[in-house]
Structure formats: C-alpha cells, structure tokens
C-alpha cells in the first residue's frame, strides 16, 4: 500500500461547480497536511495549509483532515476555468522539516 | 514566504553529459530540498542540503549521480551526472516555510529532456 494515494483523475466540471479532492494515507505519524496547486510547466503552489484534523477556509477553498479515517480533502467552490490545473496532496510527519511525501497529483478541468 | 529562482527553466541534454541546477532563495533557510517529478509521478525527494555540511540523500538516490552544493544560505545546485534518458524529469528545488511548519515553497523547475 503505497503512503499517500490520490485519484489522478482527469476530472472535467462545469464551471461553478463545487470540486471535491481527496487523498487517503496510511500513515498514522501525518501530522501536517498540505495541498498544492500546479500549473503545466510551473513548480507547485501553496494553496491550503493544515495541522492535525479540522478544517480551514480560504476563500473559494476549503481543506478537511480526519486523521481517524486517514483522509483527507479540498474543496473549490464556484470553480473557475483559471482553477484548471493538477492539484496535489502533501503530509508529512511532526519531526524537523521531514520528508513531504506527494500523492500524484488530481488533474482538474473547469470548462467555461 | 521565501521566493525562490530556479534556473534553467528547462534544457536539452545529451546522454553521458551533466546538467547543474541553480537555485537561489531571497532569505537565509537552514535547509533546501532537492525533488524529482517524473511523468504520472508523484514528487519524490532527491536530497536535504543543509549548508556546511553533506546533503542527506534519500533511497535510491547516490551523492555520485545527484551530486548537491550548499555554498550560504541563500543558493544550492543540483548537479544530474552522466546523464541517461531515464533522466528527463522535472527537478524541483524547495524551503520550508516556518522552518517547514507552515507549508513548503517551490522553485518554478527545471524540465530535463535527455536525448
């Protein structure tokens, strides 16, 4: 069972639909939960940034930890075609700047 | 948050030979770190530098191949040796935010093509 799974889709919505991504993992130790935002040919891009379980807002973006089912998830409301992009999920352990490990990334396309 | 300039964006490279990435960060960071992203692959971490000290290589990973400087606090290279097409990748390079605690930020890439 790989650490970090992520469905790497594609997923096609309409535009102003609400997007739903989720990761699960295995790994009880996950302390600190991140998703990415990447653009074709750009580096990823901090979107959402969460320690333990709860949820956080930011925007049109919500991100969601349960670490007692090990999932985790982002939601895009009232997406846009500029939100069309592979968006990845990111842990890692609470230890000193350890390891991010990625999930490979959910490829999303919000048509106009 | 650090930003970070990672140069080149992207080259062409023959088999056999190496390509050096640079990146330089506008604020003192203790470590950079040093990712792959191969096709329909997750990231994968490469190597933590610290400055003045040896790079920590993960698994699969050998100094030989992926050989790091960490000169200051500001700049690191990468250096992909003897070069085969199995290669061609992304390589990113990456700080913590908070010292890692607030997240994580990402050079723009460069995309190695070894032909």
């Known amino acids: 069972q790989k650490e970090v799974e992520q469905d790497p889709g594609p997923l096609s919505v309409p535009e102003g639909a609400i997007v739903s991504l989720n990761c699960t993992y295995s790994?009880?130790?996950?302390?600190?939960f991140m998703w990415y935002r990447q653009y074709s040919r750009k580096g990823p891009e901090l979107l959402m940034y969460?320690?333990?379980?709860g949820n956080k807002e930011d925007g049109r973006f919500t991100a969601q930890v349960d670490k007692s089912s090990k999932y985790i998830s982002l939601f895009i409301r009232d997406s846009q075609p500029s939100d069309s992009a592979t968006y990845l999920c990111?842990?890692?352990?609470?230890?000193?700047?350890?390891?991010?490990?990625f999930g490979k990334g959910t490829k999303l396309s919000v048509k106009p | 948050s650090a930003v970070i300039s990672q140069k080149p964006s992207r080259d062409i490279c023959q088999r056999g030979t190496s390509l050096t990435i640079q990146c330089q960060v506008d604020?003192?960071?203790?470590?950079m770190f040093w990712y792959r992203q191969q096709p329909g692959q997750s990231l994968t971490l490469i190597a933590t530098?610290?400055?003045?000290?040896?790079?920590?290589?993960e698994s699969g990973f050998v100094i030989d191949k992926f050989p790091i400087s960490r000169p200051n606090l500001t700049f690191s290279t990468l250096t992909v040796s003897n070069l085969s097409p199995e290669d061609s990748s992304i390589y990113l390079c990456?700080?913590?935010?908070?010292?890692?605690?607030?997240?994580?930020?990402f050079g723009s890439g460069t995309r190695l093509t070894v032909v």
């Open positions: 790994n009880s130790a996950f302390q600190y």
């Open positions: 990111a842990m890692r352990n609470g230890g000193s700047q350890g390891n991010l490990i």
């Open positions: 990456s700080v913590g935010v908070g010292q890692g605690r607030y997240g994580y930020t």
């Open positions: 604020s003192q960071v203790t470590m």
């Open positions: 969460t320690y333990s379980s």
């Open positions: 530098a610290n400055q003045g000290s040896e790079a920590t290589y």
